[in-house]
């Protein structure tokens, strides 16, 4: 949601807010119902959405097309989190609604927690679309299209080249942005919809090379101290820690759980 067109605070993007963040779920919903009608017109039959924001139930179900082969994933926790649905049966990943990651002089920068400082695998900063754009490529399946502000959109595309890439907005540092209309917006991302199912052929799936290498730097030592509680991580600085694995799904997995252990870590009163 942070990457929507216009949304630039917290307060628009945080569910237990009133006034706000009603409308820019709704914003939210129809980014991401333009994308399906992008992805329709290009050829696409069955869709499956994941909300991925905050508690993961934030779209608005009326508003997304009348579709027998749409299928919606809702709520939280998902064991695959933002990913939760994906396997090798997709043809390919569309990622609407990205936000540069955590340590970015950008709009909202974040990966997945405020509890993360820095995430890297094999020594490449991540942020939330690369990482997610890895789980998606050890099932063999592409992301062709990535929306949201410019600096995760650009970032995304080096990594990426295959990938149509619609930005929405530029940052004015972390609280302000330089933004399309929603209207824009989202005829912007239809036609990137469309664009990105025409590459599915010439696209290729994201991969480290194994053995792949986690290190999590997180806010404050506390996040560290919880984390370094789980099986398999290393405490490696004050306020880092590592995780290794032959494989990346169980990496990604891991990192999943130390985002959640992390955020729930607290000094005791």
């Excluded at 919903?29 to 050829?43: D, F, K, P, S, W």
């Excluded at 090798?88 to 970015?104: L, N, W």
């Excluded at 907005?169 to 209207?183: C, E, L, Q, R, Y």
Aim: proline residues 6%.
């Amino acid at each position: 949601m942070e990457g929507t067109a216009g949304v630039c605070s917290w307060k628009q993007c945080d569910p237990s807010d009133t006034q706000e963040y009603p409308h820019y779920r709704r914003l939210m919903t129809r980014e991401v119902r333009a994308a399906i009608a992008g992805a329709r017109e290009g050829g696409a039959r069955h869709v499956l959405v994941n909300d991925s924001h905050w508690s993961m139930h934030n779209l608005l179900f009326d508003e997304l097309p009348d579709d027998d082969e749409l299928r919606v994933i809702s709520g939280a926790p998902k064991p695959w989190s933002m990913m939760e649905g994906l396997d090798s049966e997709c043809a390919a990943a569309f990622f609407t609604g990205y936000h540069a990651k955590a340590g970015d002089a950008a709009t909202l920068a974040h990966t997945y927690s405020e509890a993360i400082y820095r995430v890297t695998v094999n020594e490449t900063a991540c942020s939330e679309a690369l990482l997610n754009a890895a789980l998606a490529g050890s099932h063999g399946v592409p992301v062709v299209l990535i929306t949201g502000d410019r600096a995760i959109v650009e970032e995304t595309a080096r990594a990426l080249p295959w990938a149509v890439g619609v930005a929405v907005k530029d940052a004015i540092g972390f609280s302000a942005v330089n933004s399309m209309t929603p209207h824009s917006a989202r005829e912007a991302i239809h036609a990137g919809a469309r664009e990105a199912m025409a590459r599915i052929p010439r696209a290729r799936p994201f991969t480290f090379a194994p053995p792949f290498e986690l290190t999590i730097e997180t806010a404050g030592v506390e996040q560290a101290d919880f984390i370094e509680l789980m099986p398999g991580f290393v405490r490696v600085g004050s306020r880092a820690v590592r995780f290794n694995a032959d494989e990346y799904r169980p990496l990604h997995a891991a990192f999943i759980a130390a985002t959640r252990i992390a955020a729930a870590a607290a000094p005791i009163a």
